[in-house]
């Protein structure tokens, strides 16, 4: 399995984005997803996972304002990111927990 994630950029407080992670292979849909994040001089923090269900969890720091999901016929995971904060800013990796599979991550910056 090989992650590639996209979306990422610079947005002002309060605003929105979407990530996009596309997978290889054929055994997407089996899979749990995670995403995570890495702040400048923090450590790599989970922020959502789903899993080939559809079950989903959040970091509590993203409740109620990220939404992760799937969409499995496009071998893709997405997070849907509102009310953008600053300290949400990071590069952001997308995961496959079972094979430890990382993508090379995408940069969010939100300006104050």
């Known amino acids: 399995v090989q992650l590639q994630a996209s979306g990422g950029g610079l947005v002002q407080t309060g605003g929105s984005l979407r990530l996009s992670c596309v997978a290889s292979?054929?055994?997407?849909?089996?899979?749990?997803m995670n995403w995570y994040r890495q702040a400048p001089g923090k450590q790599r923090e989970l922020v959502a996972g789903?899993?080939?269900?559809?079950?989903?969890n959040y970091a509590d720091s993203v409740k109620g304002r990220f939404i992760i999901s799937r969409d499995n016929a496009k071998r893709t995971m997405y997070l849907q990111m509102n009310s953008l904060k600053p300290e949400d800013t990071s590069v952001y990796y997308c995961n496959v927990p079972n094979f430890d599979v990382w993508g090379q991550g995408t940069l969010v910056t939100v300006s104050s």
């Open positions: 789903i899993t080939s269900g559809g079950t989903t």
């Open positions: 292979g054929s055994i997407f849909s089996l899979l749990t």
